[in-house]
């Protein structure tokens, strides 16, 4: 499965926190991030990370391109409510999700759910639906 990791400034220490701890099943699949985010990630857990541009330069919009073209299976966006831009990106990834009915969290609660079902096998029916060349 593809993952896609994203994190407003403040929640970045919280999505480290998060990968070390769910690194074992994080490492078999394929992850990208935006730039800050998945520095600090693949430092602290060594995890092999595909990184774009970062949040402020576009790689929002980068990692919006690649759920538009069904290329990612779960996105991972902890998001800071008193931020910013927080309604902007979150609104543009959840609509896109939605679309293509492609498994989001935006917070650590959900995100525990969705990474203890993809160990269970619980998202494989990404695959099927929506196979990889």
């Excluded at 498994?103 to 990474?115: D, H, R």
Aim: proline content about 3%; hydrophobic content about 45%; charged content about 15%.
């Amino acid at each position: 499965m593809n993952i896609a990791l994203l994190a407003h400034d403040n929640k970045k220490e919280l999505m480290v926190q998060f990968c070390i701890a769910y690194c074992g099943i994080l490492s078999s699949h394929s992850i990208c991030s935006t730039a800050t985010t998945g520095r600090l990630v693949a430092d602290a857990t060594g995890l092999q990370i595909s990184t774009y541009m970062s949040r402020s330069q576009g790689g929002v919009e980068q990692l919006a391109a690649r759920i538009a073209y069904n290329e990612i299976d779960v996105v991972l966006f902890f998001c800071d409510p008193q931020a910013p831009e927080y309604a902007q990106e979150l609104g543009m990834i959840a609509k896109l999700c939605d679309q293509y009915s492609i498994p989001f969290a935006s917070n650590i609660a959900t995100a525990e759910v969705l990474i203890l079902g993809l160990q269970r096998g619980d998202l494989d029916w990404r695959d099927i639906v929506n196979p990889k060349n």
